[in-house]
Nanobody
């Protein structure tokens, strides 16, 4: 059974930090790019960051560059998203997704259930 399980969300004050985890199972993790997405109330889901398979190239949305850091541990089948200097506009449900075609495709094969991040001002 394929699973992506996010964890690490919560309530934090503006300027604070959180580290999200995405633990994968049931597929060949090393072969997949893993992306983080978020969806705020009333808004469409947007891509936040992605890390490729193979060389681990990383990508970031402009809104999070310099504040978020994505990494992966293939030995643990886990991707992390370290978020610092959080802003109220970062409030959203954060999802991870696995994409065999790579970070540029946005053709997500598997989704996690999401974890809530709330940043208070």
């Amino acid at each position: 059974e394929v699973q992506l399980v996010e964890s690490g969300g919560g309530l934090v004050q503006a300027g604070g930090s959180l580290r999200l985890s995405c633990a994968a199972s049931g597929f060949t993790f090393d072969d997949y790019a893993i992306g983080w997405f978020r969806q705020a109330p009333g808004k469409e889901r947007e891509g936040v960051s992605c890390i490729s398979s193979g060389d681990g190239t990383t990508f970031y949305a402009d809104s999070v560059k310099g504040r978020f850091l994505i990494s992966r541990d293939n030995a643990k089948n886990t991707v992390y998203l370290l978020m610092i200097n959080l802003k109220p506009e970062d409030t959203a449900v954060y999802y991870c997704g696995a994409d065999y075609a790579g970070c540029a495709s946005y053709e997500i094969d598997y989704w996690g259930q999401g974890t809530q991040v709330t940043v208070s001002s």
